[in-house]
């Protein structure tokens, strides 16, 4: 039942993947051989970069901040011309970001700017001196899906690119497999697309489920996780209007916590061990915990409701987590039976 384009963007995933995967990445020696990265973006765009953060970390051992857009020109941050700055947008067209890359340009003319664009004449790609435009296809509801899952691939694959031509210069630096990387890419459009079809048997109806007569929910996510978290309550703000908010799951026992009251609806993504026995304590106060994580993981039974997903290598998850969090804010919102895929106040990029 593809009634709207959000859900018609969810499903369209697998494709996206693959043409994400099959596509040249453009990467000159320069940007190859960038010493650090600053990556900007605003919104969804800005959580893709905060997976890929942990990628381009552990993988290419490169260090990388990513930095809101939009808070750019209230700030001074400081720019060194080795850095390869990536600019991520969807439209290619957000204001902010424009703003701020204009604004580095000016001072730091030399810097390397790599645009990730879904929009191939955009103005981005006229302001950056690289671009690479992610095949995802026209996206034509507000919220971002499909886009973020391309952004998600590109980012993965530069991550690997830099990791190989590192670890060409010198071996101990990268001591991952790369072609063992790569072979964990190629599977994902198949897990996305049986995730799917499995998600689609319980949620993606637009039938709301019990716990969302609650006005407010809490999202919770450890490392590659926590980007996770604060995209599915941006998901679940735009489109159903509730008071979602994402937390680092340690970081919400330091004080956030105290929100909790019996029926309060908390989402955990992957829980592990140390997560699970803070879920208990949530169950015992009354809360309803649902559990999204891979197939027969030990941290999921027990909990109120469970969403399991295919079984891939850990660092590509978010890949999967994502998707029942994109469905669920599509059932919140018909639920309530609200515009999925023009949501009030909003536009598709803020120009
Ligand atoms: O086009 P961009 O990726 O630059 O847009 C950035 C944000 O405005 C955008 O991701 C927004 O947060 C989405 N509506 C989220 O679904």
């Not at 997976?51 to 939009?70: R, S």
Request: charged residues 20%.
């Amino acid at each position: 039942m593809n009634d709207s384009i959000m859900l018609k963007n969810i499903c369209e995933q697998p494709n996206v993947v693959a043409d994400c995967l099959a596509i040249e990445l453009p990467l000159s020696d320069r940007v190859l051989s960038a010493q650090r990265i600053m990556l900007l973006a605003c919104g969804s765009s800005r959580h893709a970069g905060l997976v890929a953060q942990h990628w381009f970390e552990t993988i290419a051992k490169i260090p990388i901040q990513v930095l809101d857009a939009a808070a750019w020109t209230d700030r001074s941050p400081l720019v060194e011309s080795n850095t390869l700055i990536i600019a991520l947008s969807q439209s290619g067209k957000t204001k902010d970001l424009l703003e701020a890359l204009t604004q580095i340009k000016a001072v730091t003319p030399e810097i390397q700017v790599l645009a990730i664009v879904n929009g191939s004449d955009s103005p981005l790609v006229h302001l950056a001196d690289s671009a690479i435009v992610t095949p995802a296809g026209p996206e034509g509801a507000v919220a971002a899906t499909k886009s973020f899952s391309a952004q998600l691939v590109i980012l993965a694959r530069i991550a690997v690119n830099l990791a190989e031509y590192k670890s060409l210069i010198s071996p101990s630096i990268v001591p991952v497999s790369i072609s063992k990387l790569r072979t964990d890419l190629k599977v994902l459009p198949q897990a996305i697309a049986k995730s799917l079809n499995n998600l689609q048997r319980h949620i993606g109806k637009g039938v709301g489920l019990d716990w969302m007569v609650s006005e407010s929910i809490v999202l919770l996510g450890r490392g590659i996780q926590q980007p996770i978290a604060l995209e599915g309550a941006l998901k679940l703000k735009e489109t159903a209007y509730v008071h979602a908010e994402g937390f680092g799951a340690g970081d919400f026992c330091h004080g956030p916590m105290a929100i909790l009251k019996p029926g309060f609806p908390i989402i955990a993504l992957m829980p592990d061990q140390k997560m699970r026995s803070d879920l208990d304590r949530f169950q015992a106060l009354g809360c309803t915990v649902i559990g999204i994580g891979k197939r027969g993981h030990e941290c999921l039974p027990g909990l109120d409701q469970v969403f399991e997903l295919e079984s891939i290598a850990d660092w590509l998850m978010s890949f999967l987590i994502v998707l029942p969090l994109q469905l669920l804010a599509y059932d919140w919102a018909r639920s309530r039976e609200l515009n999925v895929d023009q949501p009030r106040y909003l536009t598709k990029f803020i120009g």
